[in-house]
């Protein structure tokens, strides 16, 4: 069974788009969303929407989604301190998404267990640990297993950092970080995620990087109009550093 697993699609449908076409060309048969569906992207309402149609995905809740949906002030002085573009994009979205989509948000799991073709997988948006933990490329093999402790899953899917990368751990482990769909931290621009060639208890892993028309997201990006937003757009054109 193919299984196409994406991450952190933040609001940015053309990418989405061109994503599920992708998937749909490698036949793929199931969806796994290991969240961050919405914030510092240009259509978060229409992201949402599309995403909570698929009655057929399995879909996690990721930190801005939580952000969103459990928004308080402190929530916004705390990202403030740091990312003071993000966290014009986080209030700007508080105001713009209906209460419905956030009730959605809301509403997914944390995390998910599954079992496909006889291998155990574990859905996280962060780690196992916490929502907003990295796994990025050049860790040790003693950190990524200490992020691992407890976990009896054969692979665990993670996104949260925007750059793909992944680990087989001495317990033969394998952990895997999808990348980003909508916004992607990496020198290529493109969007990336998952396909997962799952058969009889083995699996083969491929990350997939599709090409969508960023300039049209871009000019969405920017008629957000917020202090910030046309330097979000720039990041979908051009991306530099994973946060402002």
Known sequence: MKVAVLSDIHGNFQALESVLKDIEQNNCSKVLCLGDLAMAGPQPRVVIDYVRS???W?????????MIAE??????????????????ALLDDILYIEDDRKEYLKNLPPQKEL??????????????????EDILPNMSLKQVEEILDGVDADLVFCGHTHVPCGYQTNKKQTVVNVGSVGRPMTKEPKAC????????GGFSLEHRFVDYDRETAAEIMRMRGFDGAEKLAQMILEPTERHI
């Open 58 to 66: 399995v879909v996690i809740q990721g930190n801005t989604d939580k």
């Open 54 to 56: 698929q009655k057929d």
């Open 115 to 132: 079992e496909i073709e006889g291998v155990k997988i574990l859905m996280v948006h962060g780690s196992p640990r916490r929502n907003n």
């Open 71 to 88: 928004f308080t002030k402190e929530i916004l002085e705390n990202t403030k301190k740091n990312f003071p573009v993000m966290a014009n």
């Open 193 to 200: 995620y998952v396909i997962a060639d799952i058969q009889d």
